[in-house]
């Protein structure tokens, strides 16, 4: 398989390393969301505690950096990947998308939650739902390419 030199120069790979790492501290917490939920609703201050930092320190943070480097990998790669290749603005709206849900539903829902109100708790699940499923759709179009 032929890898162009502009996918392979050192830049590239620093900067390819740095948004694997993004996206790992950007997701990581969301897998755990479910647990830190239960624990909190069974009236564990540490795990709401717990809940609030992962989403608004780690994952908030992490996706928006992973979603930036994204762009200056494909700004990187110009000659082989367009913003107008689907499987690339694909990608660029499921991470606005997410991080709209992540700003817009999940981060009310989680002080709420933290607060007492136990309905917030079917909105930081539908959220965490939805973002896992953005994560997959988007692996599937950074790995697989299609219309590349």
Avoid: C
């Avoid at 505690?49 to 480097?69: H, K, N, T, W, Y």
Wanted: aromatic share 10%.
């Amino acid at each position: 398989m032929f890898i162009p030199e502009a996918l392979t120069g050192t830049g590239y790979q620093i900067v390819l390393f740095l948004h694997v790492l993004a996206v790992i501290v950007g997701f990581a917490p969301l897998w755990l969301t479910p647990l830190l939920v239960r624990l909190t609703a069974a009236g564990d201050k540490a795990a709401a505690d717990g809940l609030e930092v992962s989403i608004l320190r780690f994952s908030l943070p992490g996706i928006g950096i992973a979603g930036f480097l994204g762009f200056a990998l494909a700004g990187m790669s110009d000659k082989y990947y367009k913003m107008s290749q689907s499987w690339l603005s694909i990608a660029a709206v499921l991470w606005v998308v997410l991080l709209a849900l992540l700003f817009t539903v999940a981060r009310p829902a989680i002080k709420a939650f933290r607060d007492g109100d136990a309905a917030a708790r079917s909105r930081i699940m539908i959220a965490t739902g939805i973002s896992h499923i953005i994560l997959l759709v988007t692996l599937y179009l950074m790995i697989f390419k299609p219309g590349a």
